[in-house]
């Protein structure tokens, strides 16, 4: 009897484990953030880590304060696995002394978060 179902749940397993879609790439972060003023704004520049096994096109980049978008841009930056890409967005609106969550998101919808202050 144990056995059988022991057989059973291994199966019932096998067969969900080939229901679910392969979420693809999982493995992106921003390793760091370079802060600089330009032309009366600020110019940052994110350095994007792909852990991935295959290559990631970061597509969107947003600038938040208290979940609200200050800033954002349109972007089509491949990061090949195993690398480290740059992605840059200019912003005329960010105070210094304040905090701001820099967003980055995929062609396929994944984002990295990394905290910065001015």
Same mark, same amino acid.
């Given at each position: ?17 080939? @229901? ?11 390793? @760091? ?9 600020? !110019?940052?520049?994110?350095?994007? !880590? ?16 208290? /979940? ?14 195993g690398?480290?890409?740059e ?10 002394? $304040? ?8 062609? /396929?919808?994944? @984002?990295? $978060?990394? !905290?910065?202050?001015?």
């Amino acid at each position: 009897m144990c056995v059988t179902v022991y057989m059973w749940v291994m199966n019932l397993a096998a067969s969900y484990m080939a @229901a679910v879609p392969e979420l693809g790439c999982v493995g992106f972060r921003i390793q @760091a953030v370079r802060v600089v003023r330009s032309g009366g704004g600020w !110019q940052l520049t994110a350095y994007v !880590q792909n852990t991935c096994e295959k290559p990631i096109r970061v597509v969107h980049i947003f600038i938040m304060q208290d /979940d609200n978008v200050v800033a954002e841009s349109t972007t089509t930056a491949t990061v090949n696995a195993g690398e480290v890409g740059e992605v840059t967005i200019h912003a005329d609106t960010l105070e210094e002394g $304040h905090s701001y969550v820099l967003k980055v998101v995929t062609d /396929d919808g994944l @984002a990295a $978060h990394y !905290q910065f202050r001015v």
